[in-house]
């Protein structure tokens, strides 16, 4: 298994407060990837990285920001939490080696906003 | 149309059964395709990835039809520990951007 941390792993905030959620990696992999996961709405890219200071977003990023400052970290922001930014957090990487294809997911971050 | 769809399920099989899913993809241009599993509140983990010829791990078989954009997934003999749930993985050429089917749900019942 790849060496993906996610912190924290549960959070409960209040709405309108800024969180951050924090992944690093011990494998060196270039990509990384944000992804939140709803009942009905399988796994939604949220903002993805290709390098140090490299990202971009993915299909859900309103509401969000992120900032890869080293290869190991990948963090996403939300500016000021709403109810709707609850759910199950998973932070990925993937090698850009050409025979590294393969997706790693940290084991999630569960945040609920009150 | 969804780039990558998959009957969401449930799938309920008694131990033992042979269960086959499908997932379709848009996009003719894929080439990277993978199975993966996810338990209930855990993170995805990597099954298996699919080949052309086709490949095998045990009891599971993984195919890829690219004249009809889909890949399947076989589990022979199916064990209460394989109810999960599978997700589809495409991606495509030139491309590092994974595209996750939604999911499907397969139970396992004594």
């Known amino acids: 298994d790849a060496g993906i941390t996610q912190s924290p792993r549960h959070k409960v905030t209040e709405t309108g407060t800024p969180v951050t959620l924090r992944c690093h990696q011990t494998?060196?992999?270039?990509?990384m990837y944000w992804y939140r996961q709803d009942p009905g709405h399988g796994l939604r890219l949220i903002h993805y990285?290709?390098?140090?200071?490299?990202?971009d977003k993915g299909e859900v990023s309103d509401g969000y920001s992120v900032s890869r400052s080293k290869t190991e970290d990948f963090l996403l922001t939300l500016e000021s939490a709403t109810s709707s930014q609850t759910s199950v957090y998973f932070c990925?990487?993937?090698?850009?080696?050409?025979?590294?294809?393969?997706?790693?997911f940290g084991e999630g971050s569960w945040l609920t906003v009150v | 149309r969804k780039e990558v769809e998959q009957d969401p399920g449930p799938f309920n099989v008694p131990e033992g059964a042979t269960v086959a899913f499908n997932c379709t993809y848009s996009?003719?241009?894929?080439?990277?395709f993978f199975w993966y599993r996810q338990d209930c509140r855990k993170e995805p983990k990597l099954l298996m990835s699919?080949?052309?010829s086709g490949n095998e791990d045990g009891r599971f078989t993984a195919q890829l039809n690219r004249a009809s954009q889909y890949i399947s997934l076989l589990i022979r003999d199916s064990k209460l520990s394989d109810s999960a749930t599978y997700l589809c993985?495409?991606?495509?050429?030139?491309?590092?951007?994974?595209?996750f089917g939604r999911g499907t749900s397969l139970i396992v019942h004594p």
């Open positions: 990925a990487t993937k090698s850009d080696q050409s025979s590294g294809n393969t997706i790693y």
């Open positions: 494998e060196n992999h270039r990509y």
């Open positions: 990285s290709y390098g140090v200071k490299d990202t």
């Open positions: 996009n003719s241009a894929s080439q990277s």
């Open positions: 699919v080949y052309s």
């Open positions: 993985v495409v991606t495509s050429g030139g491309s590092y951007i994974p595209t």
